[in-house]
């Protein structure tokens, strides 16, 4: 089972657009709002703690049990950002070599709690080379692990706001991956790049979201140039609203 649609909390629990895209989809934590400092315990205490040291610790053999807890953590904070392995290795104590966050990035994936997506190249070894974007399966987990943060202060400053929505974005993207069958990447070149793309067959779909933090969306034609995609979805802004992005129907782009 995935994490809940915003249709299936905003039917359940009457969340609007702005609270799923904060508070994310896990619905255990429903119950502690407004009460955002009960709120991010839950999450902590209910579902982080038990996912790290049973769902991961636990069935699999981690060599750095305190190097997956900073990762999670970085990663979670940094959800929607390009992070190189190099600079994380920078900012983790005992972090080793490159290989070993790679890897148990991919353990953290497999777990459906954090990924770091590659980016789309027509080779495999431009994919796998590529500095990992990161992303959340749930926004709550970005939320709980960026300190200091609060509802009304990432509602209220529109590039924090715009990271928030990017990273909505994604969750729901790769919820519906496993779903839909197909695979997540992102794109980018120099200055230009596209949020994500969806690669299903010879099926190419470019996905930008627009967003406090970037409202131009050039590398979207610039992509579609070089590479095109099928269909191009705006998202956000002025283009398709957020609700009807979230409940639409992502199949019919990939039929």
């Known amino acids: 089972m995935g994490h ?15 609270q799923y895209v904060y508070f994310g989809g896990y ?8 009460d955002e ?5 839950y999450v902590r205490d209910a579902i982080v703690a038990p996912a790290i040291e049973k769902d991961v610790l636990q069935t699999t053999y981690i060599y750095k049990p305190a190097l ?11 959800s929607g950002e390009l992070l190189s392995f190099n600079k994380m290795l920078g900012m983790l104590q005992d972090a080793g070599n490159a290989t070993t966050l790679a890897n148990y990035l991919e353990i953290l994936g497999e777990s459906k709690l954090l990924i770091g997506l590659q980016k789309y190249a027509m080779d495999n070894a ?9 992303q959340v399966f749930n ?6 692990m960026s300190d200091g943060m609060t509802f009304e202060k990432a509602y209220t400053h529109p590039e924090l706001w715009g990271r928030w929505v990017e990273s909505a974005v994604g969750c729901y993207l790769l919820d519906q991956a496993d779903e839909l069958e197909y695979q ?5 070149e120099n200055n230009e790049e596209v949020d994500f793309m969806i690669v299903r067959g010879d099926k190419l779909v470019a996905i930008e979201v627009k967003s406090g933090r970037r409202q131009q969306n050039s590398g979207l034609n610039t992509f579609n140039q070089k590479y095109h995609s099928q269909y191009s979805l705006v998202v956000g802004g002025n283009a398709m609203p957020l609700e009807q992005f979230f409940s639409g129907n992502l199949s019919r782009l990939l039929e």
């Open 126 to 134: 431009r994919k796998y080379n590529s500095i990992p974007k990161l």
């Open 4 to 18: 809940w649609s915003y249709q299936e909390m905003h039917e359940a629990f009457g969340w609007n657009i702005d």
């Open 184 to 188: 997540l990447y992102y794109w980018r």
């Open 139 to 144: 926004n709550a987990l970005l939320t709980v």
């Open 27 to 34: 619905p255990g934590s429903a119950s502690y709002l407004p």
């Open 68 to 78: 997956m807890h900073q990762l999670f953590h970085l990663g979670c904070a940094y």
């Open 37 to 41: 400092k009960r709120w991010r315990k």
